[in-house]
């Protein structure tokens, strides 16, 4: 009777959930302080009995308890046990009870952290979150529930997804899950300043390090699903402007949006209600890719299900949950308004304009993953947006953010001028514009453009090291002057590099890369970039759950020889076909080769790729996440936004504050 206690657990969640929202909200009208502080053990309570919930699905996974529908559906006894475990996820109902065990995780997180927070406010934010996870429990229950039981129980099950059974797969869910959930923290945090009518400082610096986790966690896991997508589908693509990517790509975007507005809030005391506007359309996103992946509305390697009655019932809960944030925004939005005016020229300028822009590119890319299905839906027939339209409108619309990455840290708050600005920026200009024009003459216009670009970041960060290291240490040597600036200066300083790497990468692959299909047969060769590859010979493997065909490739260049071995899998359960593709990687350049299907009569198909600066793609992307994790780590963050004994006392006030507006 395990598994029913584990579906006991998740029907007793869903009541914590229930008393999360309704007590301390009855406490907050009744002016109870008793009732108000149990919302921390109640949200306490909530993530344990998740977490019970869900090492017992691992535990039927691990024992191969093929009875429950959901196990007999992603497991069999040949997978290898690290896969049974991520097969917890590897589907729609395990994946779901995934998200809301990291929500509750998060409302623990938020309880043990906000201790220094006012107590109606904590209450208040773990009660909206008590009610997301209510709408996600109710979801899971009533449509999606992972403890069914199937009689007769079955002797075998069907086997996990060939394409999930890979170890980026295992750590790519719950990182991306991680990211998406996190931002409900902001998105409550938004929610209940616009009931109480106030947008501080002091708010800011506390909303500011969990937008930061969230969104390192969400790069990481777009950057585990890139990696994954590069060496294992084996077109060797790293990212297609699939729906379900762009799914993850909007929060993202508008994630980054927020994060810097909170730098103007923090600051400044300005951009109130563009900051409270970005937090809650962070987390609305984060629900569209929620329910475009569930919903049976996209096809993609990356979907879960295609139950569109599931996808109702997630769609309802978006408009009440975004619809609902979303009205109480228009309607209170007037009292938080900020009062403070900067000049055009400004650091505030940049940063709105910044964030605009970012806004804009998102807003792009939902139009281009949404008008086909509206299209659809309406009958009005079948059209497919891809990369050619997001090419087109995303890359006009990110240069000019590229631009002012590197020129705002330079501009003063409130009113800059240009005749003022650091010589060594105008220095740096100048070489990136000669570099960018070198660059674009003798290779591609785009590579010189986006490499121009990215080194006027780089020269541009270097100097506010310079500034900020190397000046102060006077006489003393310069590395005693690294302590001095502040984590978020490090992680400004780290993640626009990373940018700036990432940059380079995207603009060398798109503008040089070399790809060609072939049909070989053992002892042929062929030449391709300066490379010469011979396909020596192949062999037959036998694994745990599948058998494969394992070519043997020999690479030489003038530089280097090397060996490559791609295989062409079979997994027997379901009879899929699978590619893994082989790849020396390099700091300047990847070759690539995947081994695909044989024909009698034309050999094995082939597809060799040399692809220059790949590795600078990585390298930025896991740069941009240090970065996020340094500023996150911030110990100003961690101040008290109020002292410890005005905090129970300000309840009661805030109360008649909020019931009076």
């Known amino acids: 009777m395990i598994m029913e206690l584990g579906h006991f657990a998740l029907i007793l969640a869903l009541v914590f959930s229930v008393l999360q929202i309704l007590v301390p909200w009855q406490g907050i009208t009744r002016q109870q302080i008793a009732w108000i502080t149990l919302a921390r053990p109640l949200a306490a309570s909530q993530f344990f009995l998740m977490l019970l919930s869900f090492g017992i699905l691992i535990a039927g996974f691990v024992a191969d308890d093929f009875s429950v529908s959901y196990i007999a559906a992603h497991s069999n006894t040949r997978l290898p046990l690290f896969y049974k475990i991520a097969a917890s996820w590897g589907g729609h109902e395990g994946s779901l009870l995934l998200w809301v065990l990291i929500l509750a995780g998060w409302g623990v997180a938020v309880a043990w952290r906000g201790r220094e927070l006012p107590e109606i406010f904590l209450a208040r934010v773990l009660a909206l979150m008590g009610a997301i996870s209510l709408g996600f429990l ?202 403070t005016v900067f000049a055009p020229v400004s650091k505030e300028t940049a940063l709105l304009l910044n964030n605009v822009l970012l806004l804009v590119v998102a807003a792009t890319v939902l139009l281009g993953t949404l008008y086909p299905l509206f299209l659809e839906a309406l009958q009005l027939g079948r059209i497919s947006v891809g990369p050619p339209y997001f090419e087109a409108t995303f890359v006009p619309l990110f240069l000019p953010v590229l631009f002012l990455m590197a020129l705002a840290p330079y501009l003063a708050w409130k009113q800059a001028r240009l005749k003022t600005l650091d010589r060594f920026l105008l220095m740096a200009l100048l070489l990136a514009l000669l570099a960018a024009t070198w660059l674009a003459y003798h290779y591609s216009f785009m590579f010189g453009l986006g490499t121009g670009l990215a080194i006027w970041i780089l020269l541009a960060t270097a100097g506010q090291l310079w500034k900020r290291v190397y000046q102060p240490a006077g006489d003393a040597a310069w590395w005693q002057s690294l302590r001095s600036p502040s984590l978020s200066f490090w992680g400004m300083v780290i993640a626009h590099a990373g940018v700036a790497l990432f940059t380079i990468g995207v603009s060398a692959v798109k503008s040089l890369e070399t790809s060609e299909d072939y049909h070989l047969r053992p002892g042929e060769h062929i030449v391709l970039a300066g490379y010469d590859i011979t396909f020596k010979s192949l062999e037959k493997i036998d694994g745990p759950n599948y058998i494969a065909a394992r070519g043997y490739f020999v690479i030489n260049n003038a530089q280097s020889s090397f060996e490559l071995k791609p295989e062409r899998r079979i997994y027997t359960a379901q009879n899929m076909p699978m590619t893994e593709a082989a790849i020396d990687r390099g700091w300047l350049r990847d070759v690539y080769v995947s081994l695909g299907e044989a024909s009698k009569d034309q050999g094995w198909m082939v597809r060799v790729q040399v692809k220059p600066f790949m590795s600078w793609i990585w390298t930025g992307c896991l740069a941009i996440a240090l970065g996020g994790l340094l500023a996150a780590l911030e110990r100003r963050h961690r101040r008290s936004t109020a002292p410890a004994s005005q905090q129970v006392p300000a309840t009661t006030q805030a109360l008649q504050t909020a019931e009076a507006a």
Request: no cysteine; net charge neutral; hydrophobic share 55%.
């Open 138 to 339: 109710s979801f899971i229950l009533f449509t999606s529930n992972p403890f069914t039981r199937v009689f007769p129980s079955l002797a075998e099950g069907r086997d996990l997804n060939p394409l999930l059974q890979d170890p980026g797969m295992i750590v790519h869910p719950p990182l991306l899950y991680m990211g998406y959930v996190g931002f409900s923290v902001a998105f409550a945090f938004a929610v209940v300043a616009l009931i109480e009518g106030k947008v501080e400082r002091s708010w800011a610096r506390q909303v500011r390090p969990w937008t930061l986790t969230a969104w390192t966690f969400l790069t990481l896991g777009i950057f585990m699903g890139s990696f994954w997508a590069y060496y294992e589908l084996g077109w060797g693509g790293w990212w297609f402007w699939d729906a379900v990517e762009d799914a993850s790509f909007m929060p993202w975007l508008v994630g980054t949006a927020l994060l810097h507005s909170l730098i103007v809030n923090e600051k400044r005391d300005s951009f109130k209600s563009w900051t409270v506007l970005l937090a809650i359309l962070a987390f609305s996103l984060s629900l569209l890719g929620t329910f475009l992946v569930r919903s049976g509305v996209l096809t993609s390697v990356h979907a879960f299900a295609s139950d569109p009655s599931r996808g109702l019932f997630i769609l309802v809960f978006l408009a009440i949950v975004s619809g609902g944030a979303l009205s109480l925004y228009a309607w209170r939005a007037p009292a938080i308004r900020s009062n």
